[in-house]
């Protein structure tokens, strides 16, 4: 799959589910979850402990359902390494060039993180595929309808903020897709193993953007 494959799936999935766990129990798991439930983009933070396995595992796993990806990269060796594990894509919440340049160097996605007009704007001619806007909660999505207005050209994705009242705000601000963590990885459904609810939450999600997406093209 070519670099440009891989941001037309992420962008056509709508949804990149973040797992950020305190533990590694279970990490494949969730992934396999997510993937139930229709979500077709999963990015595994490198704070979570076992993430590494986890993207290989689960990238084995989950081929052909599942696009996994390694988030909070913060340089190039790392993404070097968590591409290896298996990630299609990699996540920073900065704009590092030597992230963006060892994606690329792969054949990977890279979604660098950025925040104001400037910092977008930088990461953008930098070579990122998306940019990640973090954090986008102190802002809204009113922030991306600005931001866009004079730079149509970005391609935007937030993360924060994003829950299942919020998901069509984004979308009608004009985001390409949505990283949506703690509203759909639920800390006491991982405590408790409890898959099933995962599975079940993530349906809801890509339901709200199918819904979303169809009705307004």
């Not at 997510?34 to 402990?49: F, K, Q, R, S, V």
């Not at 290989?56 to 913060?74: D, P």
């Not at 060892?102 to 007009?117: D, I, S």
């Not at 809204?140 to 994705?157: C, E, I, N, S």
């Amino acid at each position: 799959m070519s670099r440009h494959d891989i941001v037309r799936r992420l962008e056509a999935s709508g949804l990149v589910a973040i797992v950020r766990a305190d533990t590694p129990q279970g990490l494949v798991e969730i992934c396999s979850a997510l993937a139930d439930g229709g979500i077709t983009a999963t990015e595994i933070t490198l704070t979570t402990p076992g993430a590494l396995p986890a993207i290989e595992i689960a990238a084995k796993q989950l081929q052909g359902r599942c696009l996994i990806g390694a988030g909070s990269v913060l340089d190039g060796p790392t993404a070097s390494t968590a591409i290896s594990a298996g990630a299609e894509y990699i996540v920073s919440p900065v704009t590092r060039r030597d992230v963006i340049d060892t994606a690329h160097r792969y054949g990977k996605a890279v979604v660098p993180g950025a925040l104001t007009p400037t910092e977008i704007l930088d990461a953008w001619e930098a070579g990122a595929d998306l940019v990640k806007v973090f954090p986008a909660n102190h802002f809204g999505p009113r922030y991306f309808k600005d931001v866009l207005a004079p730079m149509p050209q970005l391609r935007l994705t937030p993360t924060g903020g994003v829950n299942l009242d919020t998901a069509t705000e984004w979308l009608a601000a004009g985001a390409a897709c949505l990283g949506v963590g703690s509203a759909l990885i639920k800390k006491d459904l991982i405590a408790k193993g409890d898959w099933k609810g995962i599975t079940s939450l993530a349906k809801q999600f890509v339901g709200t953007v199918d819904a979303y997406r169809a009705a307004n093209g």
